[in-house]
């Protein structure tokens, strides 16, 4: 029983930072149909970012968070206006393509400036806690809890402002909300903004627990886009419930069964609930 | 007041969706545009509010409009129900109506005012704000559609084709609304097939025959015209 509670806590950690992630990916698709391959590099970008505004400029974990979210959410736009909008009424291929290479950009970018060597990003919250049997650390408490309270302020956002509406009617009809006044390339920035700034955060709760490399994103991208067929396309408590579904069969299943076929058990699963909910857990209509 | 002069609209290389269209509603009037399908009737609402680019001549209220961009053209008083009403389905009808009044937004009396007048024409839209907007009936839908336009307290409101599906008797009740509106003071400019009910409510009206104004006239005059009669009423 102790076991489970301690795989619970280590799947809690790891679905928090899947849901940032594929919260900014389902936000991008769900609005605007961009399947957004570059995203896990966003999430890298923003881990450098916080690196060097904690190692080089000193500024502290938190400021270096918020640093890293600003800036990931002025490159957000910066790709929205320069790559993806000119494509807005292109082929769908086209769209792709570009991700991929902006994906292929920021890798080589990062490698250039930063080097391909992993670095280990330091924590002041290193000390470990004990409670009820169970051992984490300070930074796993702090991932669930800072991804809970972001998650909170975006749900708040999105159904209790009316700029959060725009959002939702840009995504569901892009016509119908030109025609009330809303600038859909402004909504379309706005989206890019929050998205690029989600996995900023995500990137820098993770990085100190795990390591941070050019590289990093490529495994996270790949989760994040499993996560969000699995939770419905576009959907953003899809997304979500999608992630700690996908960590939880990562955690118990490399914990109960073999931890050689972790990736394999979580992938086994998300097949298994697609081939009965094909369009996934939160399907939009049609 | 609008005035457009030899309006024109070309997709691609195909023939003109609209040509040389001159076109004026003037304070307090209900004007009807009549024509059949693909007369030109949509592409003259798309070009009035900036979703298609357009060549010639639009002035509302002594400004030229032709160039702007949507949103500019919303908050100078153009409100638009478009063809196929254009909701947002999963949003309720509130937020929806809330969301017609977004040029709008920072005058919150002037918001919630907007909502009762909606919901003191349309009491069955009072009942279902609440609701997703794609769960309502198609009058119900056209209802919101309107209700949206007017959240954003235009001075010329433009409505495509409301009636479009509706049943008879939800076709009068939106066009006796839509007289309603008019009565106090929104400009209307109203694009049916409906001729004969259209007429009975607008005090002039333009035909539309493959891009171009063929006919224009008062409402009565247009009502006794034998082409009219012949094209759109049927008798």
Same mark, same amino acid.
């Given at each position: 029983?102790?076991?489970?509670?301690?795989?619970?806590?280590?799947?809690?950690?790891?679905?928090?930072?899947?849901?940032?992630?594929?919260?900014? !990916?389902?936000?991008?698709?769900?609005?605007?149909?961009?399947?957004?391959?570059?995203?896990?590099?966003?999430?890298?970008?923003?881990?450098?970012?916080?690196?060097?505004?904690?190692?080089?400029?000193?500024?502290?974990?938190?400021?270096?968070?918020?640093?890293?979210?600003?800036?990931?959410?002025?490159?957000?736009?910066?790709?929205?206006?320069?790559?993806?909008?000119?494509?807005?009424?292109?082929?769908?291929?086209?769209?792709?393509?570009?991700?991929?290479?902006?994906?292929?950009?920021?890798?080589?970018?990062?490698?250039?400036?930063?080097?391909?060597?992993?670095?280990?990003?330091?924590?002041?919250?290193?000390?470990?806690?004990?409670?009820?049997?169970?051992?984490?650390?300070?930074?796993?408490?702090?991932?669930?809890?800072?991804?809970?309270? !972001?998650?909170?302020?975006?749900?708040?956002?999105?159904?209790?402002?009316?700029?959060?509406?725009?959002?939702?009617?840009?995504?569901?009809?892009?016509?119908?909300?030109?025609?009330?006044?809303?600038?859909?390339?402004?909504?379309?920035?706005?989206?890019?903004?929050?998205?690029?700034?989600?996995?900023?955060?995500?990137?820098?709760?993770?990085?100190?627990? &795990?390591?941070? &490399?050019?590289?990093?994103?490529?495994?996270?991208?790949?989760?994040?886009?499993?996560?969000?067929?699995?939770?419905?396309?576009? &959907?953003?408590?899809?997304?979500?419930?999608?992630?700690?579904?996908?960590?939880?069969?990562?955690?118990?299943?490399?914990?109960?069964?073999?931890?050689?076929?972790?990736?394999?058990?979580?992938?086994?699963?998300?097949?298994?609930?697609?081939?009965?909910?094909?369009?996934?857990?939160?399907?939009?209509?049609? | 007041?609008?005035?457009?002069?030899?309006?024109? +609209?070309?997709?691609?290389?195909?023939?003109?969706?609209?040509?040389?269209?001159?076109?004026?509603?003037?304070?307090?009037?209900?004007?009807?545009?009549?024509?059949?399908?693909?007369?030109?009737?949509?592409?003259?609402?798309?070009?009035?509010?900036?979703?298609?680019?357009?060549?010639?001549?639009?002035?509302?209220?002594?400004?030229?409009?032709?160039?702007?961009?949507?949103?500019?053209?919303?908050?100078?008083?153009?409100?638009?129900?478009?063809?196929?009403?254009?909701?947002?389905?999963?949003?309720?009808?509130?937020?929806?109506?809330?969301?017609?009044?977004? +040029?709008?937004?920072?005058?919150?009396?002037?918001?919630?005012?907007?909502?009762?007048?909606?919901?003191?024409?349309?009491?069955?839209?009072?009942?279902?704000?609440?609701?997703?907007?794609?769960?309502?009936?198609?009058?119900?839908?056209?209802?919101?559609?309107?209700?949206?336009?007017?959240?954003?307290?235009?001075?010329?409101?433009?409505?495509?084709?409301?009636?479009?599906?509706?049943?008879?008797?939800?076709?009068?009740?939106?066009?006796?609304?839509?007289?309603?509106?008019?009565?106090?003071?929104?400009?209307?400019?109203?694009?049916?097939?409906?001729?004969?009910?259209?007429?009975?409510?607008?005090?002039?009206?333009?035909?539309?025959?493959?891009?171009?104004?063929?006919?224009?006239?008062?409402?009565?005059?247009?009502?006794?015209?034998?082409?009219?009669?012949?094209?759109?009423?049927?008798?």
């Amino acid at each position: 029983m102790h076991l489970f509670f301690q795989e619970l806590l280590n799947g809690l950690v790891v679905g928090s930072l899947y849901a940032l992630v594929a919260l900014g !990916l389902a936000l991008v698709y769900g609005t605007m149909q961009i399947p957004n391959f570059a995203h896990g590099h966003l999430y890298m970008l923003g881990a450098y970012v916080a690196f060097f505004g904690v190692t080089v400029a000193h500024v502290g974990y938190w400021p270096a968070m918020l640093l890293a979210i600003v800036v990931l959410a002025l490159v957000g736009v910066v790709l929205e206006r320069l790559v993806f909008r000119p494509l807005r009424n292109a082929p769908e291929v086209n769209t792709i393509i570009a991700a991929v290479g902006v994906l292929f950009f920021l890798q080589t970018l990062a490698q250039v400036w930063f080097g391909g060597d992993y670095r280990v990003f330091p924590t002041p919250y290193d000390k470990v806690v004990h409670f009820a049997g169970l051992v984490a650390t300070q930074q796993q408490l702090i991932v669930i809890a800072a991804a809970a309270v !972001l998650m909170v302020a975006l749900f708040w956002f999105l159904k209790r402002t009316l700029t959060g509406a725009t959002i939702e009617a840009v995504a569901q009809n892009r016509a119908g909300a030109a025609l009330v006044g809303i600038d859909p390339n402004r909504v379309s920035m706005m989206v890019f903004a929050i998205s690029a700034g989600l996995a900023a955060a995500a990137a820098t709760l993770i990085a100190s627990i &795990s390591l941070i &490399s050019p590289s990093m994103g490529f495994t996270v991208i790949l989760k994040a886009f499993a996560i969000i067929v699995l939770g419905g396309m576009g &959907s953003v408590p899809g997304a979500i419930i999608g992630a700690y579904i996908l960590a939880f069969a990562e955690s118990f299943g490399g914990t109960y069964i073999s931890s050689n076929y972790q990736d394999a058990i979580a992938f086994g699963v998300l097949v298994l609930i697609l081939t009965f909910k094909p369009t996934g857990l939160f399907a939009k209509g049609t | 007041m609008l005035e457009i002069k030899n309006l024109g +609209v070309r997709y691609g290389a195909a023939s003109p969706a609209l040509e040389g269209v001159d076109l004026t509603v003037r304070p307090g009037e209900c004007v009807t545009l009549l024509g059949a399908n693909g007369s030109g009737k949509t592409s003259l609402f798309c070009a009035l509010s900036g979703l298609i680019p357009s060549t010639g001549q639009i002035r509302f209220e002594e400004r030229e409009i032709g160039r702007m961009r949507p949103a500019a053209i919303v908050a100078l008083g153009i409100a638009q129900c478009p063809e196929g009403r254009q909701l947002f389905p999963d949003l309720s009808v509130e937020k929806n109506l809330r969301l017609g009044a977004y +040029v709008g937004r920072r005058d919150r009396r002037g918001t919630e005012a907007a909502l009762e007048r909606v919901c003191t024409l349309f009491p069955d839209v009072r009942d279902k704000l609440r609701s997703p907007a794609g769960a309502l009936s198609g009058g119900q839908q056209q209802m919101v559609a309107i209700g949206r336009a007017l959240m954003a307290r235009p001075k010329l409101l433009l409505l495509d084709e409301p009636s479009l599906g509706l049943a008879p008797k939800l076709v009068e009740a939106t066009l006796d609304a839509v007289a309603e509106i008019n009565r106090a003071g929104t400009m209307v400019l109203l694009a049916e097939q409906n001729a004969y009910a259209a007429l009975s409510i607008a005090h002039r009206g333009y035909v539309l025959a493959n891009g171009r104004v063929v006919l224009e006239g008062s409402a009565s005059a247009l009502q006794q015209n034998e082409l009219v009669k012949k094209a759109f009423i049927g008798a």
